[in-house]
Structures are given as C-alpha cells and as structure tokens.
C-alpha cells in the first residue's frame, strides 16, 4: 500500500496545528441514533467542519449508510471546503468509530490524503489540546474532484465470491450477534452469520484508550480470529460503520482490503443469502 500513514497520533497533529495545509473533519455519529452534531458544538478541532454520515450517505437507499453517487459526494465535500487533494484530518467523539467510516469514504472516492486522529477527540482532550465550541462557520466552499476507487469497495456478488474462496470475510460485529445468539438491533434482519465469514468484533482492535492497537499486538488480533493477512479480506458489519475499523487496522497493517457496503443490513434481510448460527457458543 502506498500513502500516508492512515493514523495521526495526537502529539504529531498538535505540533501541525494551525497549518494552513491541513484540514479537520468532525464525523461523530452514534449507533444509538443520536446526532453528532451536537457533540460538534460543544468541543470540536479549532477550524473543524462536521461531517453528517446519515445526510452523507445514499438517500434512494433502503440500505443504512450506502455510498452516495461521486457526484453527490463531491457536491457535499465541495460545500464543506474539502478537495480531493487537500491532507485532512477525520476524528469523532468516540476515539476511533465513525472516522474510520468517513475516513473510507473519503478514500473510495478517490482523496488520497485522508488520516484518522488515534483516539479521537477524547485523547486530544485529555491531553489539554485546544478546542473550541459553539456553532462553526461557514465553509468556504471548494471543489472536490472524485474518482472513485471500486477496488475498496464489495457488492453482494464480491461477497458471494469472496465466500466461494476468493477471499476472507471478516465480520465486526459483537460475537453474539454473529453466532445468532443475539438478536439484530434493526428489525427484519436474521441473526447469525454469512457461512465461512470469520468474526473479529471491532474493540478486538482497540486499546482501553480508544486508540488503535499498532505492531504485533494488531497483527496478532487479527491472526487471533483466524485471517492470513497474506490473502484478501473483505470487512463487513451490521450497515458498513464499524467494519471501516477492521479495514482502518488492516492499513495500518499495510493490507489493503474491501468493505462491503450493504453488510448485515442488505445480507440478513434478504431472502436469497445462506445464514448460519451457533447458538450453543464456545
């Protein structure tokens, strides 16, 4: 993989604050539903724009945070100041969540400068760096030029293939929901799990600080759950947020890696895909 580092730590993002090259985006959002724009009022990155997932994501979809079309992407980034070219900056209000999301879309449509601050505004904050509150300014508006990358990205038909053996499918979900022994969370969807799919539920990633694991401890995380990192993975979860973790750490790693779009959400509820269940557990 070639790029910048996909993570910034907060001291190296202190020491570069204030340059005029670098560009903060706030993508707090919460798998309870409750909005992050008011997180993003209250204490933000100075010069931050906020980033609304849900207003971000395909509108004509019955399928949650679906990637909108380049030129809505580009239509909604452009109105934020963010051009494709431009180093930024993506953090969220829960350490490492939803910036990973942002931080893959950003990259699926063709930024290639894009970094996710380790732990979050909750380690920029413990630290006693800088924020500030209230309501933001508006951007001056710029032009974001997307070129889309499919190769970040997998259908229902790259699932298909990647569970016939082409590659490894690597589930973020909590072990419970994947054995079936937990019910989903969104109605209609059956509970358990694609057959063959491996499962790493996403803190499995994580430090208690919410920053991500680095070196062997990432390495062996993901070996833990049964992946070779040598062969293909393509991430998946219950609607394609906490699945960007997983793809996050395995570009840390320098594994490059699919997320599938549709994940639990488009899987479960359809009436043509195979489910599995372990409901005895270990």
């Known amino acids: 993989m070639t790029g910048p580092d996909p993570l910034i730590p907060t001291p190296e993002l ?17 798998l309870d539903g409750r909005e992050g724009r008011p997180d993003f009022e209250a204490a933000r ?12 994501s395909d509108q004509g979809s019955d399928l949650p ?15 934020l100041g963010i051009a494709a070219d431009d180093a930024v900056v993506v953090y969220d209000t829960g350490g490492i969540r939803s ?20 732990g979050g505004l909750p380690k920029w904050r413990a630290e006693g ?31 298909r293939a990647a569970l016939s053996g082409e590659a490894q499918v ?11 022994r937990a019910p989903e969370p969104r109605a209609g969807l059956r509970s358990g799990h694609m057959p063959g799919a491996l499962n790493l539920p996403f803190p499995a990633v994580l430090n208690p600080d919410g920053t991500m694991k680095s070196g062997e401890a990432l390495d062996a995380a993901f070996r833990a759950a049964g992946v070779d990192l040598d062969h293909p993975v393509v991430t998946t979860c219950g609607s394609g947020v906490t699945a960007a973790i997983l793809s996050l750490g395995l570009a840390v790693l320098g594994r490059p890696s699919r997320l599938y779009d549709g994940s639990w959400a488009e899987w479960g ?12 557990g270990p």
């Open 99 to 118: 910036s990973a999301r942002v931080w893959w879309m950003l990259r699926a449509m063709g930024a290639s400068n894009v970094r996710v601050l380790d």
């Open 14 to 30: 202190a020491a570069r604050l204030g340059a005029p090259s670098l560009k903060f985006i706030d993508a707090s959002w919460h």
């Open 65 to 79: 945070h679906m990637l909108p079309s380049p030129a809505d992407f580009a239509r909604r980034m452009g109105a």
């Open 129 to 159: 760096h800088p924020v500030e509150s209230g309501p933001a300014a508006p951007a001056a508006a710029t032009t974001f030029l997307p070129v889309p990358r499919p190769e970040l990205v997998a259908d229902l038909e790259a699932v």
């Open 170 to 180: 690597l589930d973020a979900r909590a072990a419970d929901r994947f054995a079936g």
């Open 45 to 56: 990155l100075p010069g931050a724009v906020f980033f609304d997932l849900e207003a971000s």
């Open 269 to 280: 509820g359809r009436d043509d895909t195979t489910v599995e269940t372990d409901p005895a």
